[in-house]
Nanobody, 125 residues
Framework: QVRLAESGGGLVQAGGSLRLSCLAS????????MGWFRQAPGREREFVAS????????DYSDSAKGRFTISRDSAINTHYLEMRDLKPEDTAVYSC??????????????????WGRGTQVTVIS
């Protein structure tokens, strides 16, 4: 069992930055591929970014490329999503997730085994 807890969300003006954190605890969390997803009101959950166990494979959604950076610090079982140049359309609940498919990035929500509760990000214009 892996438990995930997000932090770092909040209210920010368009063009601003936020850094989300996801602290993992429980059964060997550093062995998992980690990801970020988001869900805006009335919309389906969408993939944002993923990083594999060793941190040498990373994928981003098209909307995240060039603006968001995913990283992990396995020593403290935490991974991050640094977001810059935020836009109102980035407003959503952001959730972190862990997948046992540790060797590669994971793009689909169905392939993640554990989820955090999410943190709200609101971008105002």
């Amino acid at each position: 069992q892996v438990r995930l807890a997000e932090s770092g969300g909040g209210l920010v003006q368009a063009g601003g930055s936020l850094r989300l954190s996801c602290l993992a605890s429980g059964r060997t969390p550093r062995s998992y591929t980690m990801g970020w997803f988001r869900q805006a009101p009335g919309r389906e959950r969408e993939f944002v970014a993923s990083i594999n166990r060793d941190g040498d494979m990373i994928d981003y959604s098209d909307s995240a490329k060039g603006r968001f950076t995913i990283s992990r610090d396995s020593a403290i079982n935490t991974h991050y999503l640094e977001m810059r140049d935020l836009k109102p359309e980035d407003t959503a609940v952001y959730s972190c997730a862990a997948s046992t498919s540790w060797g590669a990035t994971v793009l689909h929500a169905r392939d993640y085994n554990y989820w955090g509760r999410g943190t709200q990000v609101t971008v105002i214009s």
